[in-house]
C-alpha cells in the first residue's frame, strides 16, 4: 500500500472511531511497526485537523512534546513532537 493510501485509510479509520466512539486497534502496525515512519503518522493527524478544521471546529493551541533534554535522553527521541489542539478536546477534559 502507498504511503497516501496508508494516511488515507489510518485517518478514516480514526475518524470512524471517533464519530461511533469506539476503540480501534492500535494503528502503528499499520504506520511501519517498530520502524513505524513519523512522517506518515503526522501526515494522518494532518488530513485528521484539516477536516476538523472543515466542519467548524476551531484549532485553539498546539502542544510540543518532549522539549525537555532530561526526556529527550530518557525517551532516545530524535524528534520534537508536536499535537493540534482543537477547541472540542479542551471542552471534553474540562467536562471530564
Not at 53 to 78: D, M, N, P, W, Y
Amino acid at each position: 500500500m502507498s504511503n497516501s493510501a496508508v494516511v488515507a485509510s489510518v485517518a478514516q479509520a480514526l475518524r470512524d472511531a471517533e464519530l461511533s466512539q469506539t476503540a480501534i486497534a492500535p494503528i502503528r502496525p499499520q504506520l511501519g511497526g517498530e520502524s513505524a515512519d513519523v512522517d506518515i503518522a503526522y501526515a494522518v493527524q494532518e488530513v485528521n485537523t484539516e477536516r476538523a478544521l472543515k466542519e467548524g471546529r476551531r484549532l485553539v493551541g498546539r502542544k510540543i512534546g518532549l522539549t525537555s533534554k532530561v526526556v529527550q535522553a530518557g525517551f532516545v527521541a530524535q524528534r520534537f513532537h508536536n499535537y493540534m489542539i482543537l477547541k472540542v478536546l479542551i471542552i471534553f477534559l474540562i467536562q471530564n
